[in-house]
């Protein structure tokens, strides 16, 4: 993208601009949801807005819009506002923006009261997905990536982009990127339920290949692979709602199989600590939305024991 001067550069420039080449829209698990979001700005103010006329008042109005009428949520409000500063944020970067121009702060809704828990499968729950995916629908590397994020707690964005080299068999390790980006990396030790599996897919693979981000390329409109999320969650889709019978309420989701690691730790009696540093929390304060789960298993434990006040 060419650089352009002040006044002359429209969102949808920066927008593409983002897609084309900011990796978690490019290829990630992120950039449906960019497109869809950031589609709805250019839907109400057309693509020759200029970039430099977004402010936070203009954003407030779109959200009070879209929640009047088009029935958005607060957290839907959020990641339209983030669909919006990203494209800004990352062209400032890149040099497209006026590095003195200040990108505007937009509202943050806050979502605690109506949040959407995520919820997790059980460890049965999984096993039957894994099983149904190979056996009913044929796709081996759909039961082969539910398998794996359900017993690593990696956030799906990383499984794409790791690399079989990062596979250390020797010492049982896995080495990815710390969650929230940049060049830091932690490990995580393979359960021996993943080796049959990842051996397989080593074989297969040469050391710089992607492990699991290469299973579903598909040509874009140019000619160019990329990796299509949209293919998996197909499939995906009919592992957890035909075949489990889960509701679509917005609870179950891919990024469940993570919550789904961090409950099973933590009721396999894991210290919270060590939770914390295998799913790569900062603080063990964002670990303990598993506890809950540990708590009801607790009571079921104790409601075992037979106790009868009349009698």
Not at 41 to 66: A, P, S
Not at 104 to 116: I, L, Q, W
Not at 230 to 243: A, E, G, L, P, S
Request: proline share 3%.
């Amino acid at each position: 993208m060419a650089r352009k001067k002040k006044g002359t550069l429209t969102f949808k420039q920066c927008r593409d601009h983002t897609l084309r080449h900011h990796e978690p829209w490019r290829d990630g698990g992120g950039r449906k949801s960019a497109i869809m979001y950031s589609n709805h700005f250019l839907k109400m103010h057309g693509n020759d807005f200029d970039v430099y006329r977004i402010t936070g008042r203009l954003i407030l109005e779109d959200c009070t819009y879209l929640m009047e009428k088009k029935g958005f949520t607060k957290s839907s409000c959020n990641r339209y506002a983030s669909a919006i500063s990203m494209p800004l944020k990352f062209s400032q970067d890149f040099g497209d923006l006026d590095k003195n121009w200040e990108i505007p702060r937009f509202k943050r809704y806050s979502t605690k009261a109506s949040a959407n828990r995520r919820e997790h499968f059980s460890k049965k729950e999984v096993a039957s997905m894994v099983r149904f995916a190979e056996g009913q629908l044929g796709q081996v590397r759909l039961a082969d990536i539910i398998l794996f994020a359900a017993l690593t707690g990696i956030r799906q964005e990383k499984i794409m982009k790791l690399r079989v080299n990062r596979i250390d068999f020797s010492e049982k390790l896995i080495t990815v990127l710390l969650p929230k980006g940049g060049y830091d990396s932690r490990t995580i030790p393979i359960n021996d339920e993943l080796l049959p599996m990842l051996e397989r897919r080593c074989s297969e693979k040469a050391p710089t290949d992607l492990l699991f981000g290469d299973d579903w390329l598909v040509a874009d409109s140019k000619g160019e692979e990329r990796v299509s999320v949209d293919t998996m969650y197909t499939q995906w889709r009919k592992c957890v709602f035909d075949h489990l019978g889960k509701p679509e309420n917005g609870k179950w989701v891919f990024h469940s199989l993570r919550h789904s690691f961090g409950t099973w730790c933590i009721q396999d009696g894991i210290n919270i600590r060590d939770v914390a540093d295998l799913m790569g929390h900062s603080s063990t304060r964002v670990t303990e939305r598993y506890l809950h789960a540990s708590d009801q298993g607790r009571h079921k434990i104790l409601n075992k024991v037979s106790f009868n006040l009349a009698a």
